[in-house]
Structure formats: C-alpha cells, structure tokens
C-alpha cells in the first residue's frame, strides 16, 4: 500500500508520499480501506519528533479515519467485509490501509457521507470523553473553551448545546469567534484584545465557567483558575501553551475546584472501546438529527499531506482539515 512516511524528525517537507507494507489484522481486529483520515494537532508534534505513538501502534500518522471493511482479524464476527465504518486510531491513518481494533470502529452517522465521516472520530470522543465523562458537564452550565474555531472547538460548541449548558469560547479572529456564533456560542472572545478571566466573570456575575476546556496548558493554568466557579473543573487536552507552570494550590482549594488532564491516544483499548460506544450512542443521533455538524475548513488528498499541516500550523483554518484517499 501506499502511506505518508516520516523519513526524519523536521517541517512539513519530511511528509513523503511512498510504497510501505499493508498492516495485518491481528485478533480481535479488522483491516480497513481507507477512505479518508483528518489532521490532528497531535499529528504536527509526531511529526516534529515530539510525541511518540504509544507501544504497538502504527508508526504512521492519523488518528481517525472513515473506510470499508476488507478483512477480519481473528475471532471478529460483530461486523463485516464491506461495512462502512468510521474508527479512532492509535496511529496509521495517514495510508490506504490501517489495521484496527473492532472496539474502536463506529458506524457512519446516518445522512453523513463516508468521507466527511472522516473528521469525527478524535474530536468527538476528546470532546465526550473529558467535558461529560470526566468534567460531568451538565444542563444550565458555563463551559469556557479555549481554541473554539479549532476542530475540538468546533465539535464542543455543538456538544455543549446538545446537552444544554452555556458556551463561552476564546479564538484569534473575528472571522472564528463569528463561526462559534453560528454553531451556538453565547460569548465570544477574542484573545488578542479581551482578557478571558474578566469577560466570564463579568458574564456570570461574578462565578465564573464551570467547566474550562483547555489546548494551552502551561500558559493559561494559573488564569484558567481564576476562570473557574465554585467546584469548577478545569480539563486540560493541550499543550500549546507550554508543559509547565506554577499552580497557585490555595486558589483551587478556595473554590473546590479540580484540575483533570488527560490525551486519548494512550489509553488503553478497554477505556477507548467504552467512549466510543458512548459516542456513538449520544452523539451520532444528535447528527442525524442535525444538532452536532462536523465542521471541515479545507479537503486535500492525502497525498498533500505536508500543505495540510502547513495549513493546520498557519491557523488560518476553522475547523477540521480532511484528507481524502
């Protein structure tokens, strides 16, 4: 088969187009034509020789992807040869072919096309995964989110609404903060010129956001804090911002306050198997319904790999960027 082969740590240009050997489906596995992947942020650290897959994943980039099924692994009888999936990967989406663990397929929502499908799998279970299950974000509350033009950004705005709580959303342009408005957003800051802190304070009397989710990391902790009401939770997803900081303990003691980090890619096959069926439970209806839109802001083939994550890295993008095989 054909994939995106990291010859060396570096820029775009080590993206390179080349023949490689097709995966196998092992037990309890399936192998999937892929027809396409998306780009995620964790993509441009791998590539950049900064964040390495976990142990037995696939040295190839791409964290998602839509296809067909062409093979079964041993002992797999719960789908079949020919079934169009969508499927969150540990790695190896950036190829015509990845081998993936049955409990981390999900069906193509209805009335989505297979390639659009293709953006879905990341962002929804990061999304479900750390402000439901982990930050119990619920009906009538503030969620803050930091990167709201981002992919996650985009597919947390929506998510929030589904469940009724309040948004709040902080980007770098009017032209991002106007699509936040669209899919639902309430408060839009923009954080070249607006301090966050002040704006949520002002907007909730004073409280604050009750769930803060967060791409930055060091360069916001100590803020997010201040951010957050009473028996506030601060989820961390990123780390744009740096790796470390200083937390002012006494400030997260006096509000009851929690700090939850946590990445998808590392954890293990059981807890990935669980947020998928949840995800595919809860938020693939709210698809078909129309509620939740994958919001794709540039479609390129795969084989352009090294334009998209030139793209991704200008911030000149709203949403997620597809690659199509």
């Known amino acids: 088969m054909r994939a995106i082969v990291i010859t060396e740590p570096g820029g775009p240009e080590r993206l390179l187009w080349q023949e490689v050997a097709a995966p196998t489906p092992g037990p309890g596995e399936v192998l999937i034509d892929v027809a396409a992947t998306a780009v995620n942020r964790a993509d441009i650290l791998q590539r950049q020789g900064n964040y390495a ?15 067909v099924i062409s093979a079964l692994g041993p002992g797999v009888t719960a789908v079949a040869v020919g079934q169009e999936v969508t499927a969150l990967l540990a790695g190896g989406g950036y190829a015509e072919k990845v081998a993936v663990p049955v409990g981390q397929l999900m069906s193509v929502p209805s009335g989505l096309v297979l390639v659009a499908a293709a953006c879905l799998p990341e962002v929804a279970c990061t999304v479900w995964s750390n402000i439901v299950m982990s930050a119990q974000l619920t009906e009538g509350e503030w969620l803050l989110i930091h990167g709201g033009g981002s992919g996650i950004g985009t597919m947390a705005i929506q998510v929030a609404r589904a469940l009724g709580a309040r948004v709040a959303v902080t980007a770098g342009s009017k032209a991002k903060l106007d699509i936040c408005e669209q899919l639902g957003a309430e408060i839009l800051i923009n954080y070249q010129d607006q301090d966050f802190v002040e704006v949520i304070k002002e907007v909730t009397g004073g409280r604050g956001a009750d769930v803060i989710l967060d791409n930055m990391g060091a360069a916001y902790l100590e803020r997010n804090v201040l951010a957050l009401a009473r028996n506030g939770r601060l989820a961390i997803i990123g780390m ?3 790796i470390k900081a200083e937390l002012n303990i006494n400030a997260l003691l006096r509000k009851n306050g ?5 990445s998808l890619r590392g954890r293990p096959e059981s807890e990935k198997t669980l947020i998928c069926q949840q995800v595919e439970r ?15 802001g540039a479609t390129l083939p795969l084989q352009e790999a090294a334009a998209a994550h030139q793209l991704l890295e200008s911030g000149a993008v709203t949403g997620k960027i597809v690659l199509t095989v």
Do not use: F, N, R
């Open 53 to 67: 897959p976990p142990p037995g994943a696939s040295q190839i980039l791409g964290l998602e992807c839509s296809g």
């Open 240 to 242: 744009q911002g740096g």
């Open 258 to 262: 929690t700090v939850h980090a946590a």
């Open 282 to 296: 809860t938020i693939w209806p709210w698809v078909h319904a129309g509620l939740v839109t994958p919001v794709i």
